[in-house]
């Protein structure tokens, strides 16, 4: 867990009515000053994501998104701009959080999550954040989080539904446990409207804020499952696989 870092007197007023959030406070502030987080990718759902963390005043990110900025992310991914069309998705998404909270230290990677990367950027945080639309970059993700002990929040939305569950390694089941094998129906473009995203980009972001500061009660062994076209939400308990091969 990370290392907690003292507030200037900026940051105290920057963040003053969180700080006021009574099993939070200052010392809450000061953790996640100190925390550094993962977020892959910073798309629809990860957009929203690291900007509420940059919000929320979280001190280091890492961000992982390959690839230029296309017309048809502007409809979700909010930390890209329409002035930025064919640039690089990442660098867009520094500057726009930049512009938010300029004591944010980022790392920029311009690929996007692989067999190849996946240790050496895990190793750079605290906690990861899992908004890749594919399962094999999930999967990676996953199996750094059980050989480092990392904490890892996975959140996913198709069409208007949406599901989180917080993964807490030798305390939770992984994400192997829950999709033993990568389903046949997931797909890279699928169809969702930004509200959707953004709906569980917050909550994403407020269970990483959680488990960074230490207070609240997580999304562990529950998997939140969510239809925003009748707004019914559902808790249902998740269980580890005492025969998974990543984390048993």
């Known amino acids: 867990m990370p290392e907690s870092k003292s507030?200037?007197?900026?940051?105290?007023?920057?963040?003053e009515w969180q700080i006021w959030v009574d099993d939070f406070r200052e010392e809450g502030q000061e953790k996640l000053k100190g925390a550094s987080v993962l977020v892959s990718r910073c798309g629809g759902l990860g957009s929203v994501v690291a900007y509420?963390?940059?919000?929320?005043?979280?001190?280091?990110?890492?961000l992982a998104h390959a690839g230029n900025i296309k017309q048809s992310d502007l409809n979700r991914q909010l930390l890209m701009t329409y002035d930025q069309l064919g640039q690089s998705r990442v660098q867009s998404a520094k500057k726009r959080l930049l512009e938010l909270n300029p004591r944010l230290?980022?790392?920029?990677?311009?690929?996007?999550?692989?067999?190849?990367?996946?240790?050496?950027l895990v190793e750079q945080v605290d906690l990861i954040i899992d908004c890749?639309?594919?399962?094999?970059?999930?999967?990676?993700?996953?199996?750094?989080?059980?050989?480092?002990?990392k904490p890892l929040i996975e959140c996913a939305m198709y069409d208007l539904d949406a599901q989180i569950t917080t993964i807490i390694p030798g305390?939770?089941?992984?994400?192997?446990?829950?999709?033993?094998?990568?389903?046949?129906?997931?797909?890279?473009?699928?169809?969702?409207?930004?509200?959707v995203s953004g709906t569980i980009g917050c909550l994403a972001a407020m269970e990483a804020i959680k488990v960074l500061a230490g207070f609240g009660?997580?999304?562990?062994?529950?998997?939140?499952?969510?239809?925003?076209?009748?707004?019914?939400?559902?808790?249902?308990?998740?269980?580890?696989?005492?025969?998974?091969?990543?984390?048993?």
């Open 217 to 248: 009660k997580p999304l562990t062994n529950q998997l939140l499952s969510i239809d925003l076209r009748t707004m019914a939400f559902r808790k249902l308990a998740i269980h580890r696989n005492p025969d998974c091969p990543i984390c048993s």
């Open 132 to 149: 890749a639309p594919l399962f094999n970059e999930r999967y990676e993700m996953n199996r750094q989080a059980i050989l480092q002990n």
């Open 105 to 120: 230290e980022i790392v920029t990677c311009d690929e996007n999550v692989n067999s190849e990367n996946a240790k050496g």
């Open 7 to 15: 507030l200037t007197d900026e940051e105290r007023n920057i963040y």
């Open 52 to 62: 509420e963390l940059a919000a929320a005043g979280v001190g280091k990110m890492v």
């Open 171 to 195: 305390k939770t089941p992984c994400l192997a446990c829950m999709y033993p094998n990568d389903p046949p129906d997931w797909k890279r473009e699928f169809p969702v409207f930004g509200a």
